[in-house]
Nanobody
Framework: QVQLVESGGGLVQPGGSLRLFCAASKSSVSIYIMGWYRQAPGKQRELVAQITNGGGRNYADSAKGRFTIFRDNGENTVLMQMNSLKPEDTAVYYC????????WGQGTQVTVSS
């Protein structure tokens, strides 16, 4: 079974940027869709952005214009560039492969605060 390992979270001031990176443990496995979800305290987990192996992208309204998702199909890695971060972006961000019923990473904390 594929495992996902995330990195890149941290503390940033409002208006700042962060880059989240996720790598699947097996580069040879075909993964149709990879993406990022997030869960803030007291809230449900929500989709932030996802990308198919054909390059099709889908963003939450809150991420449009600020976040960009990239993917390397050959390496089964996904990267999300987050700009103009807001305090409401504070959450644990989870890498995902193949949707809600698929595989999840362990999560990485993103905190946006002055």
């Amino acid at each position: 079974q594929v495992q996902l390992v995330e990195s890149g979270g941290g503390l940033v001031q409002p208006g700042g940027s962060l880059r989240l990176f996720c790598a699947a443990s097996k580069s040879s496995v075909s993964i149709y869709i990879m993406g990022w979800y997030r869960q803030a305290p007291g809230k449900q987990r929500e989709l932030v952005a996802q990308i198919t192996n054909g390059g099709g992208r889908n963003y939450a309204d809150s991420a449009k214009g600020r976040f960009t998702i990239f993917r390397d199909n050959g390496e089964n890695t996904v990267l999300m560039q987050m700009n103009s971060l807001k305090p409401e972006d504070t959450a644990v961000y989870y890498c995902n492969a193949n949707g809600a019923a698929g595989t999840w990473g362990q999560g990485t904390q993103v905190t946006v605060s002055s």
